[in-house]
């Protein structure tokens, strides 16, 4: 993987890996004592480790053959394997927790194991680190054959896997630890939740850059339904999780709504996360593989493109019904 860098695109992945371990290593000493060091810490792990895998292959020749003419699937297998590891601990832990709804003694009388904890666990690994995963590195798998280009990057795809993997396992080990901002899907600490943005942010520059330079002049509508879970997950995570600190240093903070507003607002966001990252994405998903695998076209491209703007204008506005009883 290292040798399909060039030598300067690994001195660029060195310097990228030394801001993060200097970001952990603040986030450790500031939060000291708080779940924000360990997190910290974390941080700091993840970047050195990379800085010796990367480094190791530094000075390793540089590829000689002209990389634009093939499609760049290294980062998409790490992340489907990822999504296979997320999904084994995301299934083993919800299979925990249903077993403590019938014994609820097998917590073992552990602060970390109760079932308020270990619950967030297995919703954040199979909606984030299964799903998400699945869905980011199909994404860049379909974008590159639908458009016929390479995708627009050597270091940021690379980026999003990675920089992504780490939110969720800042969200899992937060959970554990007593870190929740108490709304569901959303309950990770503000600090994870501006790491998310950067790492959405880089992610859609991403694609629209593989966009731009297709050879395809149809955007085939997978591409739609890909572009509209990173949209509307972007807005959604943003303004839902709109928070003021409590403090630099800790994992608290407190939501800038407040009461109904704050209800809405977080049913808003759990709604459309059922409705642009659970079924947006993986429509997206299907409209690749589904036909590829059959060997047959979609029965009817126009319902598919009806369903497009279906779902986007209709499905967004409805969150609120989450709030009847």
Known sequence: MIAKLTIGERQSALVLLAVMAVLGLAMAALGAGDAMGVHGFIVLFVALALV????????????TEDRSKAYYDDPIKVGIVLAMIWAVIGMGVGDWVAWMLAFPDARFDGAWSSFGRMRPVHTTGIIFGFGGNALIATSMHVMQRTSRARLAGQISPWFVI????????????????GVTQSKEYAEAEWYADIWLVIVW??????????????????????NWYYLA????????????????????????????????QDAMTQWWYGHNAVAFFLTSGFLGMLYY??????????YSYRLSILS???????YIWVGSHHLHY
């Open 229 to 260: 879970f990173i949209l509307v997950v972007a807005v959604l995570h943003i303004v839902n999780n709109l928070a003021v600190p409590a403090s630099f240093t800790a994992a608290k903070s407190y939501s800038l709504f407040s009461g109904v």
């Open 52 to 63: 010796f895998v990367v480094g190791g292959g530094l000075y390793e020749p540089a590829p």
């Open 289 to 298: 593989y589904l036909p590829k695998r059959a060997n047959r076209p979609i």
């Open 201 to 222: 942010v880089v992610y859609f520059v991403l694609y629209i850059r593989t966009l731009a330079r297709r050879n395809e002049p149809h955007i085939y509508v997978a």
């Open 308 to 314: 497009f703007w279906g779902i986007t204008f209709f």
């Open 162 to 177: 990675i920089g992504y993997n780490l939110f969720v396992i800042m969200a899992a080990t937060g959970y554990l630890m």
